[in-house]
C-alpha cells in the first residue's frame, strides 16, 4: 500500500490532524471573542462568515437598526454595515483561508488514492508530488490569513470594545492546523524524492545486469563454438624404417581404390 514507511505514515497522520483543525476553525465563529468583562457587550463573537451582536447600532451611520444574534456575514441585513463589517483585510483572509480549504480538499482525495497505490505504481511518485504541494501551497494561504487576522482582527477601528476582544480558539485551530501542514508537504515531498531516487537506481541495476548477462551468453557461445569444432587433420605417420619420402612415393603410387599389401 501507499504507506508503507514510517515517513509517509507520519505525513499522513499530521495530513489528517492539521486537515480537521482547519475545517472546524474555518466553519466555527470563534475567531475574535469578547473576554466576558464587558456586562452587556455589543459584540460577541465572529468568525469567517458568521458574526454575533447584541444591541449594535453603528453611531457613524444615520440609521436606528440595532443588530442582534448571529448571522452570515453577507446577510441583506447587513448590507448597509457591509464597509464596516467586512473591511479589506478581513476579505483578504477569507480569500486566503479560503485556498487554503480549496487545496486541502484537493489533497484528500489524492491521499485516498495514494492509500491505494502499491510503490511500483508508475503513478506512486506523481500522487506524492501532487500532495506535497498542494499542502506545502496551503499552509503557505492558511499561515497568510492568520498572519494578517492576528495583526488587524482586534485593531480599534473595528469591533466595538476593541479593549476586550480576544483571538478566539477557531484561531488557535487555524493557526495550527494551518502551520502543521508545512511539515506534512515537505514529508511527502521528500518522500517522492527518495522514490524517485529509488526508482532510477533499479533501472540502472537492471540495465547493468541485462548487459552483463548479454556479456556472459556471448562468452559462453564463444567457448561451446571453440569445444565443438572439429580438429584439423594430420598426416598419417610413416612405418618405422620407411622415410617420408618412400612413403609418399608409395601412396602416390597406389591406384584409386586399391588396398597396400606392402608389410
Not at 584439423?232 to 581404390?257: E, H, I
Amino acid at each position: 500500500m501507499g504507506a508503507s514507511n514510517r515517513t509517509t505514515r507520519i505525513a499522513v497522520g499530521i495530513s489528517a490532524i492539521s486537515f480537521l483543525l482547519f475545517l472546524i476553525a474555518f466553519v466555527t465563529p470563534y475567531w475574535l471573542v469578547t473576554d466576558g468583562r464587558i456586562a452587556n457587550p455589543r459584540f460577541t463573537n465572529l468568525g469567517l462568515w458568521e458574526v454575533c451582536f447584541n444591541n449594535f447600532q453603528d453611531i457613524h451611520r444615520f440609521y436606528d437598526t440595532v443588530f442582534n444574534g448571529c448571522m452570515w456575514v453577507f446577510e441583506e441585513e447587513y448590507y448597509i454595515i457591509h464597509d464596516f463589517l467586512l473591511p479589506s483585510f478581513y476579505v483578504a483572509v477569507q480569500v486566503f483561508a479560503t485556498l487554503c480549504f480549496v487545496l486541502c480538499l484537493f489533497a484528500l482525495p489524492l491521499t485516498l488514492g495514494f492509500l491505494r497505490t502499491s510503490r511500483d505504481d508508475d503513478r506512486y511518485v506523481g500522487l506524492l508530488l501532487s500532495i506535497g504541494t498542494c499542502q506545502v501551497l496551503a499552509s503557505i494561504f492558511g499561515f497568510m490569513a492568520v498572519v494578517i487576522f492576528g495583526a488587524k482582527g482586534d485593531s480599534r477601528d473595528w469591533m466595538p470594545g476593541w479593549q476586550n476582544n480576544d483571538m478566539g480558539w477557531s484561531f488557535a485551530l487555524a493557526v495550527v492546523g494551518g502551520v502543521m501542514l508545512l511539515p506534512a508537504g515537505i514529508l511527502y515531498i521528500v518522500e517522492a524524492r527518495r522514490e524517485r531516487y529509488r526508482h532510477l537506481n533499479e533501472i540502472s541495476n537492471r540495465e547493468i545486469t541485462e548487459y552483463e548477462s548479454e556479456r556472459n551468453d556471448d562468452f559462453y557461445q564463444q567457448q561451446a563454438q571453440q569445444y565443438f569444432a572439429p580438429e584439423p587433420s594430420r598426416p598419417r605417420r610413416p612405418p618405422p624404417g620407411q622415410s617420408t619420402s618412400a612413403a609418399a612415393a608409395a601412396a602416390a603410387a597406389l591406384p584409386a581404390g586399391g588396398i597396400q599389401t606392402d608389410i
